[in-house]
């Protein structure tokens, strides 16, 4: 497969923030669309329980500043991997069976992300390198994410600020979703 287009979308990433005890925040979930790959789903059902595709974040800190009524968040750089689950098994009520798969590509957020919430929706934004990939074979095809996506991606998320019932272990578990586009290759300044 050749390189999407700059700007092109490249998956759609269904999930949720995890808050531990400690403060330190995860994200984890899976995905409804991914760089043209098929089929993203074990059988007919589309959900966690039978997405091939997961992906979850290292650990992270994020510092809160309030200007008026929104609240805005800034995380830290982090990575996140992309797993291939030959056997989905996903389940947000246990956030490791995100990370069981095959790794297939680790991604570096390359800047703080910010995230503004105001309401019932909240909203964050970043671009992540890739920093390392394996191919893969999956229904009968090679691919591998460094050809796909060579220069990473920016990805705008959507959010509720509604918390839902945590898995034991973590204080606050909030739903989510994101769009990434294709990001296009280092500008050298002079």
């Not at 984890?28 to 997405?51: Q, R, V, W």
């Not at 800034?74 to 030959?86: H, K």
Request: charged share 15%.
């Amino acid at each position: 497969m050749d390189p999407h287009p700059v700007a092109g979308v490249v998956w759609y990433a269904i999930g949720r923030f995890y808050e531990a005890q400690d403060g330190s925040l995860q994200d984890l979930g899976y995905f409804a669309h991914l760089a043209g790959i098929e089929p993203l789903f074990k059988g007919p059902a589309h959900g966690e329980g039978s997405a091939f595709f997961t992906f979850r974040s290292e650990p992270f800190t994020a510092r809160k500043f309030q200007n008026g009524d929104l609240s805005v968040s800034i995380d830290a750089t982090g990575t996140f991997t992309l797993y291939l689950n030959r056997e989905p098994c996903g389940d947000f009520s246990r956030p490791d069976t995100f990370s069981r798969g095959e790794p297939i590509a680790t991604f570096q957020r390359l800047s703080s992300v910010v995230g503004t919430s105001v309401g019932p929706l909240g909203t964050n934004l970043f671009s992540a390198a890739l920093r390392s990939s394996t191919t893969f074979h999956f229904q009968g095809r090679s691919y591998n994410l460094e050809r796909l996506l060579p220069h990473g991606i920016t990805q705008l998320g959507v959010s509720s600020t509604t918390a839902m019932t945590p898995p034991p272990g973590f204080k606050t578990m909030t739903p989510f979703v994101g769009s990434a586009m294709a990001a296009g290759g280092s500008v050298r300044w002079p």
